[in-house]
């Protein structure tokens, strides 16, 4: 059983920045692939970015050249750092892995973007 925590959400302003972050319960060298995710209100959970097994990263259109995946091996945490923030990013961010071909899920944490 793999645990997944997301955390990092809150308000922030049109063109301000946050870092979200994904704790998991079992080392994350262990996890791949691994990614984030979004779902608006009222809209379909869309891929944000994904990490390969091997180290490559894909992000949605919407987000390239804003938002960066890292991971820290050490404390087993990814991020997700989101920059020039857009109303329209706002959504609950949730974190998702695969375990020895297992999916896991955390429970998102919300980033809303309004002035």
């Known amino acids: 059983q793999v645990q997944l925590v997301e955390s990092g959400g809150g308000l922030v302003q049109p063109g301000g920045s946050l870092r979200l972050s994904c704790a998991a319960s079992?080392?994350?060298?262990?996890?791949?692939?691994m990614g984030w995710y979004r779902q608006a209100p009222g809209k379909q959970r869309e891929l944000v970015v994904i990490?390969?097994?091997?180290?490559?990263?894909d992000y949605v259109d919407s987000v390239k050249g804003r938002f960066s995946f890292s991971r820290d091996n050490a404390k087993n945490t990814v991020y997700l750092q989101m920059n020039s923030l857009k109303p329209e990013d706002t959504a609950v961010y949730l974190c998702?892995?695969?375990?020895?071909?297992?999916?896991?899920w955390g429970k998102g944490t919300l980033v809303t973007v309004s002035s």
């Open positions: 998702k892995a695969f375990y020895y071909d297992m999916e896991y």
């Open positions: 079992v080392s994350i060298f262990r996890l791949a692939p």
């Open positions: 990490e390969s097994s091997g180290g490559d990263t």
